[in-house]
């Protein structure tokens, strides 16, 4: 922790001390200070007078209601509106960042060297600054400067190829996936930066690329091994309709052939040459699946995943997801709680997933107003005065 720290609310959990000056918009920087959030960490949310892109709709501007996606990632945090393309909001930043452990920013390159809120210009005042820059491709290449969204990155990545069938390609997720992975690679690479420093007092300088994150949980260089051998997945309906999905790799695989040859009437498959061995049935899939499905509409869904409990094969029903947030393993688990944003809008919101010493961690408080707690952030942590403040008001620096 830094000796200039004044920090401006007690908070619990493993990363309680640590404070985090967030300057990104949209999804990759706020997840990864969201799970530091959670962890205990005090989050400052830098903002723009018009708001985060990501508010959308009368979120856009102060004290307007936050969308359900902005309000999820963005919770447990305070909020301070500036003007960075002013050089005084820049010295606002830098005045923050001296009083911080991390900065988070997912500009284009170049852009936070123009505003001045870059590695270099705020490591000048606070060595011990543990800096993360979370950009598209990198950022240097042939490719930093091009615009990029999560479809794009996954686009770019082959996870398309990966959605697809029979040679098309499919398209992108609606979760958003290439943010989130990069948000949660950034955060664990700061975790290791604030334990490193901890050994050797050195701030840090971090470039996360969400191309990288993205390839990096393809794990492979082919499709073949990133999505498994093609013969062990399924995705079958069962005779009321309910779908199951049943992933047999490795010895699940027999164990499951041994429950579909043992239903009545499809006792020949056991013998049927086209799926003796895991090479021919990945060979003959189209009649394999058949083969299978056929079998699984002989009991409901529930039957099965019965059988194959017992049978200690996995599997799950395909839920949607109401039925999934309303299901008692995930009730049992204290996964969900209300967020209430003010006296007419509310949402229902997934807790963090970090239990430790069997206690969730992290709250689920509202995201902040465009600008809610400047004043008390440039009071608390910078350390300005009430005439500096509203002279930075006045000014509009600050809002």
């Given at each position: 922790m830094n000796a200039e720290h004044a920090k401006s609310d007690a908070r619990s959990g493993p990363l309680a001390g640590i404070r985090?000056?967030?300057?990104?918009?949209?999804?990759?920087?706020?997840?990864?200070?969201?799970?530091?959030?959670?962890?205990?960490?005090e989050i400052i949310k830098v903002e723009a007078f018009e708001g985060d892109p990501q508010r959308a709709g009368g979120g856009l501007k102060p004290g307007g209601n936050p969308t359900a996606i902005f309000a999820s990632v963005q919770r447990n945090r305070l909020g301070v509106a500036v003007d960075l393309k002013k050089p005084e909001g820049a010295r606002v930043v830098l005045d923050l960042a001296r009083r911080s452990d991390v900065v988070v920013a997912n500009f284009r390159p170049g852009v936070a060297a123009?505003?001045?809120?870059?590695?270099?210009?705020?490591?000048?005042?606070?060595?011990?600054?543990?800096?993360?820059?979370i950009t598209g491709f990198g950022e240097d290449g042939p490719l930093s400067n091009v615009p990029v969204t999560?479809?794009?990155?996954?686009?770019?990545?082959?996870?398309?190829?990966?959605?697809?069938?029979?040679?098309?390609?499919?398209?992108?997720?609606?979760?958003?996936?290439?943010?989130?992975?990069?948000?949660?690679?950034?955060?664990?690479?700061?975790?290791?930066?604030?334990?490193?420093?901890?050994?050797?007092?050195?701030?840090?300088?971090?470039?996360?690329?969400?191309?990288?994150?993205?390839?990096?949980?393809?794990?492979?260089?082919?499709?073949?091994?990133?999505?498994?051998?093609?013969?062990?997945?399924?995705?079958?309906?069962?005779?009321?309709?309910?779908?199951?999905?049943?992933?047999?790799?490795?010895?699940?695989?027999?164990?499951?052939?041994?429950l579909i040859v043992g239903q009545p009437g499809f006792e020949h498959l056991a013998s049927d040459e086209r799926f003796t061995s895991r090479k021919k049935r990945a060979e003959n899939r189209?009649?394999?699946?058949?083969?299978?499905?056929?079998?699984?509409?002989?009991?409901?869904?529930?039957?099965w995943l019965?059988?194959?409990?017992?049978?200690?094969?996995?599997?799950?029903?395909a839920h949607r997801v109401a039925e999934a947030l309303n299901h008692p393993v995930v009730s049992g688990r204290g996964c969900?709680?209300?967020?209430?944003?003010?006296?007419?809008?509310?949402?229902?919101?997934?807790?963090?997933?970090?239990?430790?010493?069997?206690v969730r961690c992290g709250e689920v408080g509202p995201p902040p107003w465009v600008g809610q707690h400047t004043d008390q952030v440039l009071a608390s942590v910078a350390g300005y005065t009430r005439q500096e403040i509203d002279g930075l008001r006045q000014r509009e620096v600050v809002r």
């Open positions: 985090v000056l967030d300057l990104g918009v949209m999804v990759s920087s706020p997840f990864a200070t969201r799970a530091m959030a959670d962890l205990g960490a123009r505003l001045g809120v870059d590695y270099k210009s705020l490591s000048a005042e606070n060595p011990n600054l543990i800096y993360c820059s999560d479809g794009v990155i996954q686009a770019f990545a082959g996870v398309l190829e990966l959605t697809g069938t029979g040679g098309t390609f499919g398209h992108p997720f609606k979760v958003v996936i290439a943010d989130q992975i990069a948000g949660a690679t950034a955060c664990q690479a700061i975790l290791g930066a604030l334990v490193g420093r901890q050994v050797d007092g050195r701030g840090r300088k971090i470039d996360i690329s969400m191309l990288d994150c993205m390839l990096s949980w393809l794990h492979t260089a082919t499709r073949f091994d990133v999505a498994g051998p093609s013969s062990t997945t399924f995705l079958l309906e069962a005779s009321d309709g309910r779908h199951v999905l049943v992933q047999c790799p490795l010895h699940f695989e027999e164990r499951f052939i041994g189209q009649q394999y699946v058949e083969a299978v499905q056929g079998a699984f509409k002989s009991m409901t869904a529930a039957q019965e059988k194959l409990a017992t049978a200690s094969i996995p599997a799950a029903e969900l709680a209300e967020m209430h944003v003010n006296d007419t809008l509310s949402f229902t919101m997934v807790r963090s997933p970090f239990v430790i010493d069997g």
